[in-house]
């Protein structure tokens, strides 16, 4: 089955694209972070089962939080992505292409025992063949799409200006829309690109020629350094 493209139209005019991840690769994803857990478990198990019956309780204790938390962790503190996920260049974010939060990662893998049914993820694996974003159940009621990772060597036009560090944190979709921006660039006109680098407020508030500035830190996202 082939990826389709999830676009988000933002205020300030620009779009932000977004490959949704196919069944196959998330499943690869998925055995690796099952191998991961499964490790960790023997692990537990072999640590707590020396403390008899106590040692037991503890390690169904840990296992359960474990199972549950896992992605969860990974999802929130580690850019949307689990060790599985990472391997692919996979990550979860929102479906308005924005990082992934708490109450949403929570009631997603909440839900995976509802895509779990009735055996084998068999209703999440319909729900992602069925939705053109691949989203399984618990993606659907919480918001969430699991995507590509953006490759760092996006193709920039090539311009003059050297590659500047923005002077605040970027999330991801911020990094996004400034990147498309650069590529739209020597498509308008002097005129509508300052119009739509001002937007950015005080990315370029400091700068005399905000186009000249917004360039700049869309080559250093791209990791062209001068």
Do not use: C
């Not at 204790?61 to 938390?69: D, G, N, P, S, Y």
């Amino acid at each position: 089955m082939i990826d389709n493209k999830h676009d988000i139209e933002i205020p300030e005019g620009l779009t932000l694209h977004a490959i949704p991840a196919g069944p196959v690769v998330r499943l690869y994803a998925w055995i690796i972070d099952l191998l991961i857990r499964a490790a960790i478990y023997l692990i537990v198990i072999l640590a707590l089962s020396m403390l008899g019956e106590m040692g037991w309780g503890l390690a169904m204790i840990v296992l359960f939080a474990m199972e549950w938390f896992y992605p969860v962790f990974f999802e929130v503190l580690r850019d949307g992505a689990t060790p599985g996920k990472k391997a692919f260049g996979l990550k979860v974010i929102h479906d308005d292409l924005t990082p992934i939060g708490w109450q949403a990662s929570i009631l997603r893998n909440l839900l995976r025992s509802v895509d779990f049914l009735p055996v084998l993820y068999l209703f999440g694996l319909i729900s992602i063949l069925l939705n053109k974003k691949f989203q399984r159940l618990g993606d659907l009621a919480a918001g969430t799409l699991v995507i590509h990772r953006h490759k760092e060597d996006q193709t920039l036009p090539q311009f003059t200006s050297p590659a500047k560090a923005p002077q605040q944190s970027l999330i991801p979709r911020e990094q996004q829309a400034i990147l498309n921006f650069a590529q739209r660039y020597p498509t308008m006109t002097h005129a509508r690109s300052d119009e739509l680098a001002r937007t950015t407020g005080s990315l370029v508030k400091s700068s005399d020629d905000a186009v000249a500035e917004l360039l700049s830190i869309a080559k250093w996202i791209t990791g062209k350094r001068d």
